[in-house]
């Protein structure tokens, strides 16, 4: 499976971005997806995952202001980022797994993953 992020770029706080992932290869075989960002300095932690059929599960910090979704027939998966602070600002990576839904297990990681989308958020 491979995994194309983009969207990212630099917003002034307050304001939005729409990241997307583009998943390619034996997609067949991957139920969940998520985002997941890193931050200079600090571990890599996890934002938002999606199941194949629309369920989501959100790190607190992020409910109600981010929103992630998936289109299962263009194998692409979203993060709407609003209300953005500059805490937000991080590199954003996009990821898949093969996991049934809920998966326990990816809070910590995933098996698929693509190269990150910068967020910069700052006036």
């Known amino acids: 499976v491979q995994l194309q992020a983009s969207g990212g770029g630099v917003v002034q706080p307050g304001g939005s971005l729409r990241l997307s992932c583009a998943a390619s290869?034996?997609?067949?075989?991957?139920?969940?997806m998520g985002w997941y960002r890193q931050a200079p300095g600090k571990e890599r932690e996890l934002v938002a995952v999606?199941?194949?059929?629309?369920?989501?599960n959100y790190a607190d910090s992020e409910k109600g202001r981010f929103t992630i979704s998936r289109d299962n027939a263009k194998n692409t998966l979203f993060l709407q980022m609003n209300s953005l602070k500059p805490e937000d600002t991080a590199v954003y990576y996009c990821?898949?797994?093969?996991?049934?839904?809920?998966?326990?297990?990816?809070?910590?990681?995933?098996?698929?993953w693509g190269k990150g989308t910068q967020v910069t958020v700052s006036s």
């Open positions: 999606i199941s194949s059929d629309g369920s989501t």
């Open positions: 990821a898949a797994e093969t996991a049934k839904w809920p998966c326990v297990g990816c809070a910590d990681g995933m098996a698929y």
């Open positions: 290869g034996s997609i067949f075989s991957v139920n969940v």
